[in-house]
């Protein structure tokens, strides 16, 4: 199948949890809003998802075309790649685990944007940067430490030498884990290298993720979009205590 | 089946969602930290998810014993309950779509605790009351009427007089969507009045999901935590503007 995944063009954002998955699994697939000319361009993004004609209107990007189906909500996708492309186990209780530990990512990734943008979205950093120091302490003491402690806790409980989140094999939510650990070491260097100390079973995994074939030439390739101060993960800093 | 669900035992929260498909189903379950004496208690509910036993931890309540699967986060398990109890489509199409519903709901509900704790969980609303005052501004100005726009849209596309978030059929998004409105007309009466005005299939359907039998009789039960000012919505008439 041809996939199209529709996401905003100039960010990795909740978009990168679904180009990591289309790449691990060498899914063919549009990057729609990227992509000049007719067809392209974050102007088929708007008019899809503002248009009257989905029955099932995404509330924001991203969201992915397959065939007739138009898929919103980052996790939502994810499930249903995973059992496309062996990226989830196959029988419901490990589904559902999968799910779970990407849904716990989701909390993570609000948590983590919301450290720059405390008070709205539709304001600027500077606008509301007060705020955004005093929650981004909070965030690096208490929340962060929190979040890695339990999936450091998962994989602990994975095996003797767990390779991944579910142990042996790699799921769709082993890349997520790579995303969110890629973007603190970005957002937050210096509290990063003391979770690098503390969660080696996660720093590990983001390590191993990062050299799998297909990963690495993705990383490597322009359709990897780098990180920067507009996205979920950015680098003020004021705010990396 | 006889559920076992775990969640704090003094406020509606995340757990309630869950509680409105058990009871909307007529599910057997146990509110297990809601319990009295041995094998109940707030101290069941940490015994299981501090433990070393579980392979597959939660991250918080609420989560659903269900034989001998252990279900974290609240879309999940509600997914879980949805195919079960025929509270969701049973094809594929139908099934991701109640769930990214669902998933916008989840979105929301961050969005609506978050306007009383915008700096952290761990302060006390009196430490982060100026934050919240600007944060809830946004929030009734911009965020909520997003959202209950675009529910309110899905309804509309739903069909010329459709009952519920899908047209003819009650989903488990329905009940999540009805424990919405119900909390934000507690949370924010003032703001509430003008979005009953302007999201009239929303405020509806709250209607029409109040009065199905189990669920009106839930509501009447001492099953039915009140709301309360330690929960996800909450009256402060400063954040009411």
Redesign the interface.
Known sequence: MNYELYYWPTVQGRGEFVRLALEEAGARYRDVARESGRGGGVSSLLTLMKGRR??????APPFLKAG??V???T??IL??LGVRHDLAPRE??GR??V??LQ??V??FV?EIH?THH???G??YFQQQRK?AR??SA?FLK?RAPK?LR?FE??MA??GRQPRFLLGARLSYADLSVFQVIAGLSYAFPKASARFARNYRRLFALHERVQERPRIAAYLASPRRIAFNNEGIFRHYPELDA
Chains 1, 2 share one sequence.
């Not at 989905?54 to 509330?59: D, E, H, N, T, V």
């Open positions: 989905l029955a099932r209107p995404p509330f007739r189906l898929i919103g909500q996790a939502n499930q249903f419901e209780g559902l685990w799910h779970q849904l716990t989701t909390d609000v919301d405390p008070i709205s539709s304001l705020e005093r929650r909070d208490s979040f339990y806790d998962v409980r994975s």
